[in-house]
């Protein structure tokens, strides 16, 4: 099995590529160990000294360093956890391990406005943000002030020009293609 990795625009965020399916569908943040028991890779890769969070995606993972961690010194590790998953043939989600979607249901056009935001982050942004290791999610909208609250995962998490991607990449395109958006703001 080949891992290749990729850099990512954060430092502390390196991309892992094994050449197979992840998830069939989604994306899977996990910001801590407890949240980790989840998958057996997250665990694995949360045992490693240094390690701050694992996101999932359909075709990579990425992982988080803290700021006193060198690559250098955490990729090797990285890449034999997941290797010895794989080769051990693990689940990497065990059962009952879903995540909570958004339970808010909007009525009339609020429902309209939704889907055509939800529509565009498919279909234009998060492939754009998936090259760069993240995901960016639908959080919620607010009708009466235009508000669209937006979730960055993966390595845009925590990443220096993530405020720049939503203000001059996700909200220009929002407000252009759906008028009823005046500002996007990310949640947290």
Known sequence: MFIQTETT?????????????????????FDDRDVARASPLASALFDIDGVTRVFFAQEFLTVSKDEKRDWSHLKAPILAAIMDHFTAGEPLILDGGSEAADQTVYEGDAANIVQEIKDLLDSRIRPAVAQDGGDILFSRFEPDTGVVWLHMRGACAG??????????????????????????????
């Open 9 to 29: 625009p954060n430092p502390a965020v390196l991309k892992f590529l094994p050449g197979r399916e992840l998830l069939a569908e989604g994306t899977r943040e």
């Open 159 to 188: 990443c220096p020009s993530s405020s720049a991607t939503l203000k001059a990449g996700v909200e220009n395109m929002l407000r252009h293609y759906v008028p009823e958006v005046t500002r996007v703001e990310q949640a947290l």
